[in-house]
């Protein structure tokens, strides 16, 4: 599966972005997806996780309450929307797609998107 993410951007604190996150190749339905994010001279991080069909989700403790992943199997997407956001929430945010378990561990993930920057000023 490929993976085109996007709707990164700039935005002052207090501010919102949507990010989208397109599959292509095998159903997409058959993975579990997941968002995982990237600040300079960090490690990356899980921020949220959805199951196959959409019944489970993950947040980590840091966005919940603020974020909120979803899918549409039928548009082949993931979406990340991302509210309240706060200038530690810059990073490069990637998705990426597991065809086994599904859960905030990096190494669950077969594949991986390019990555989109988010920016939030102070």
């Known amino acids: 599966v490929q993976l085109q993410a996007s709707g990164g951007g700039l935005v002052q604190a207090g501010g919102s972005l949507s990010l989208s996150c397109a599959a292509s190749?095998?159903?997409?339905?058959?993975?579990?997806m997941g968002w995982f994010r990237q600040a300079p001279g960090k490690e990356r991080e899980s921020v949220a996780a959805i199951t196959r069909s959409g019944s489970g989700t993950y947040y980590t403790s840091s966005v919940k309450g603020r974020f909120t992943i979803s899918r549409d199997n039928a548009k082949n997407t993931v979406y990340l929307q991302m509210n309240s956001l706060k200038p530690e929430d810059t990073a490069v945010y990637y998705c990426?797609?597991?065809?086994?378990?599904?859960?905030?561990?990096?190494?669950?993930?077969?594949?991986w998107g390019q990555g989109t920057q988010v920016t939030v000023s102070s």
């Open positions: 190749g095998r159903t997409f339905s058959s993975y579990n």
């Open positions: 990426a797609a597991a065809e086994g378990a599904w859960g905030p561990q990096s190494n669950l993930y077969d594949y």
